[in-house]
């Protein structure tokens, strides 16, 4: 499906399906979470057989950050449906004296999810979960650059639904600009800054509101006081998973200068543990997405100082876990986010510095800061914006359906995941109920000489 009139059909469709309430009931939202739960299952050997393709993503990671984060999600979605579709009751101002108010969530209709490539199979299925227990009717857009996972989501979607309930569209930029040409209800985008503009672009010619779940220079700030094995630990963790293409991936490290030696020593200690001293070689190490990407990595490395790694292998598109050492602020790979396993380190006096440096950047998506100090730890949380934030931690915040996942500013606008996701996709209707057997007389003209002073009183 890729043309014009066949998208706009498709919507109609929708829209129709829509307009008969087929969407609204408790049982019919929990029926299509419960199918795609069932179609991931019956596919999931083709799920990690086709990671493995356009991502050389091993099986333990496929499951660790794509199925299971969405499974975990159709569940805890299931559990609590029932409550968060409920209206709920809010109080009512003497004024509007024998009234009843409340607040009750209703679908926005229907609405566009269009997907990044990192993590292709997550990013495409995560925001379907919150759409369809909104009681929306969703058409989809993952990324070309991920082929062999568009292809299965193409299957998992044509067999969990009719079109006019999900609708999955394949394809790159034309695909993606011939929906972004049609009305929708909400849009929900995935993916860098500049793609970002477009899609915020041509919504405003519709009015559209939209949730942007963009990326940037997320920084790890190491103070002299951390545990410093641990705090290498998990930025090797959380930067070298899915080969640095992560959007909350420790992009670099600010780090003290006294305890410099010894973290560098940690790093390479769990680089090697993790991946060997031949990453090429590692099940568990993945590859770049694509060449353009992958020349994209190389040239951020050229005239910087390679403490570990920098080997590559074009024809296999590997670049070994590398960390650069003694970073300027102005090279070009502490100009744009870096999305591959290259790691500076920007070594600084102390850690007032390491605040000020955040500051003065655009607002990251993430922020993790590594100290045993928790009044230090509490001004950094306070003094620095991030979308989300761990302490001695990296990316961890993004498995737990309590917390809102998005971005701030230019990291991005709106938030998913767990309830948050559900009201994201949901409109909030305010509902005044009157009652017929009363109808004071005061508020319709004409108004006695007594009125103002009335109304300046209550
Ligand atoms: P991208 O912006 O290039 O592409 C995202 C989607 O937009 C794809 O489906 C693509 O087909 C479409 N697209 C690309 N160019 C387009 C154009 N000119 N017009 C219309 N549509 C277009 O992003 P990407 O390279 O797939 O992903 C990497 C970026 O996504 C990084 O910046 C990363 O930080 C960010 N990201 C953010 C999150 C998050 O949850 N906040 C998650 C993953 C990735």
Redesign the pocket.
Known sequence: MSNPESISHIIAKQRFFFGQGSTLTLQSRKKRLEALDQAITRHEKTIFDALALDLGKSPEEALLTEIREVKKEIRFTLKHLSSWMKSRSVPTPITLFGSKSRIQPQPLGTVLI??????PFN?SLMPLIPALAAGNTVIM?????APATSAILAKIISDAFLPEEVALVEG??PE??EL?SQAFDHIF????????R??MEAATRHLTPVTL????KSPALVAADAHVELAAKRIVWGKFMNAGQT?VAPDYVLVEEGILPQFIKALKKYIAAFYGETPGKSPFYGRIISERHFDRLLALLENQHILVGGIFDRKERFLAPTVLGDVSAESPVMQE?I?GPILPLIPVSDMESAIRFVQNRPKP?ALYVFTEDRAFCEKVLRETTSGGACVNDTLVHLSSHHLP?G?VGP??MGAYHGKEGFRTFSHYKSIVKTSTRLDLPLRYPPYPRWFRHLMNRI
Do not use: Q
């Open positions: 269009i997907a990044p490539w990192n993590y990013l857009k993952p990324s070309e650059m790159g930029i993606t600009t972004l985008f995935t993916g860098g800054e500049a793609v970002g477009i899609v779940e963009l990326g940037g959007c986010e999305f998506l996942f971005g990291s991005g």
